[in-house]
């Protein structure tokens, strides 16, 4: 069989947890101490003061290293945290328009999609239709092209989107 390696932490057998009755045992620096029973290596763990861990229970035998089971479980979570701390997270502020926007409205909602596209946030900008102005989109048409035409240096289109029910939107990203 393959020499198979558990990466949960929850799922690694420790000590008593151990099923095998023989297992290859690897010491605390990484030397081989050969094939022994599961009794003589727990106690070759003991009196070491460490724990017994099987590393490769799909080995036959089955693999088990003497070890600080707490220090093992403590850098796996330290590795899981930092592997957290690197990862970029898409974030996505949504600007809402009307096809009849005032210039002072306007103005003020591309101020803070332009604040929002310099701190890196994509945006989405909708444009939201009541009642019998769907039947004139092309006013909503006309805002959005006035949209990109304002933006065109400070953001780029990556997804224009379609008419959803009530709303027309497309989403921005940051240049």
């Known amino acids: 069989m393959g020499d198979k390696r558990i990466t949960s932490i929850d799922n690694i057998r420790v000590n008593n947890r151990i099923r095998a009755s023989q297992l290859r045992l ?11 029973t599961l009794d003589e290596a727990l106690n070759e763990a003991q009196k070491e003061g460490l724990d017994l861990v099987e590393v490769a229970p799909n080995a036959t035998p089955p693999v088990a290293r003497i070890m600080d089971y707490g220090k093992l479980k403590y850098d796996k979570k330290k590795k899981e945290h930092e592997s957290k701390k690197k990862q970029h997270v898409i974030r996505i502020k949504e600007v809402r328009f009307r096809p009849r926007i005032s210039d002072n409205d306007f103005e003020i909602k591309i101020r803070s999609i332009k604040k929002f596209l310099e701190e890196g946030f ?7 239709y009541r009642g019998r102005e769907m039947a004139r989109q092309d006013l909503g048409e006309n805002l959005l092209d006035r949209i990109k035409e304002v933006l065109k240096n400070a953001a780029e289109i990556e997804k224009r989107g379609e008419l959803e029910r009530r709303r027309f939107s497309i989403l921005m990203a940051p240049k």
Request: proline share 0%.
């Open 26 to 36: 690897i010491g605390e620096n990484g030397e081989q101490l050969g094939i022994v």
């Open 122 to 128: 994509k945006v989405k900008v909708t444009i939201m």
